[in-house]
């Protein structure tokens, strides 16, 4: 473990490790722990230099100075946060490790402030980023916010007659007090008049002109990577379920199907998962994609060798990749699922994944879920022709 140690000091601080001298002030400590919680985690070596010199902390009882940060953690930070303290020889001189997990119960504040990790530095979460902390916590539901300048006017009347229609609701004939009513009990308007996120995104008419990140960026590339010759270009807009719509049709007519004749017939050579798997990606990045994130639209990257499905956010707090693949739900944007669970995009909340992976399974290649920085990426092979 020491020489891995020595080889992280030598690599210096970074977005996930951070050097203390002994003697640093508990306010301090309890910072950069908030920090890493509220970010990916982290480790602070506790007895190294800023510039990677070990200097050891006192050779006092060890038992002390772990209960000190235990101490710090759970009594200077709100909520109370779990680490881990470990002790380590480097040089002849004992230093401190303390783990630092990705926070489950974020956000994490000390002394009333809520800190992040940005590269070597921790600093104050802005509005946006607390309101993504709160959000990935449960605690908040951006989809709910009304969205400012939008009235009654910019809903598609007759979505909503079909909506309403299935649940033997005339709501066309229904008086503009009662449609009022009605829209505000269903959370498609607020108490204000305005459309909720999640009432616009799904029975909106226009949807961009006051949510410039919704819609999906489409890009055919005729290689492997993002330098090779696109093929097609398209931005798709509009409500939901016509965006989902709109890009399974177009990721059907845009893989390549080459195939040969065999006994008079013409047979594919080809074989793709089915279209529920790439109608159900759609969904979930259409369903829980942050949109909190305003400068960053959903990308649907089409390769010779893979799909991507690329939505902006993180993981909610508690909810990993394994546990994805194994049917955990999550519901980062509880209005739009309702929403697209009565329309039927949604048949039942964490059964998706699973089906998606299953179906690429049985292909002999498996499907990939990644998270990295502020996005969450699926990667569907597609086989060589």
Known sequence: MSSELEYIIQQGENSSVEFKEYGVRAESLAKEMVAFANS??????????????????ARTDFTLLEEWVMNIARNSIIPALDVECHKHSIENKILAEIVVGKGKDKPYQTGGKYYIRIGTTNRIASQSELMRLFQASGVFHYDANGVEGSTISDLNFTALD???????????????????????????????????????????????????QSGISFGHFAGQEMQSELIDKQNISGPLPFIIDRCLAIIKNSLPLPSEIKNGQRENLRVYPPMKVFRELLVNACVHRNYAIIGSKIRLLMFNDRIEFISPGRLPNTVTIEKLKAGVSYASNPILVKF??????????????????????????????????????????????
Not at 167 to 180: A, V
Not at 187 to 205: A, H, R, S, Y
Not at 368 to 379: S, T, W
């Open 40 to 57: 990916q985690g982290g480790v602070i070596l506790l007895g190294v230099t800023d510039d990677g010199v070990v200097s050891g902390i």
């Open 162 to 212: 079909r909506y309403f229609g299935e649940y033997q609701i005339d709501f066309s004939r229904e008086s503009e007090k009662d449609k009022q009513r009605l829209l505000i009990n269903t959370d498609i308007l607020n108490e204000d008049g305005q459309t909720t996120i999640g009432g616009l995104l799904v029975f909106g008419i226009n949807p961009e002109r006051y949510l410039p």
């Open 340 to 385: 697209m669970e009565n329309l039927r995009y949604v048949e039942q909340l964490g059964r998706g994944l699973p089906m998606v992976y299953q179906e690429v399974l049985k292909l002999g290649t498996e499907v990939e879920f990644k998270e990295l920085g502020e996005e969450f990426r699926v990667i569907v092979p597609i086989p060589a022709g």
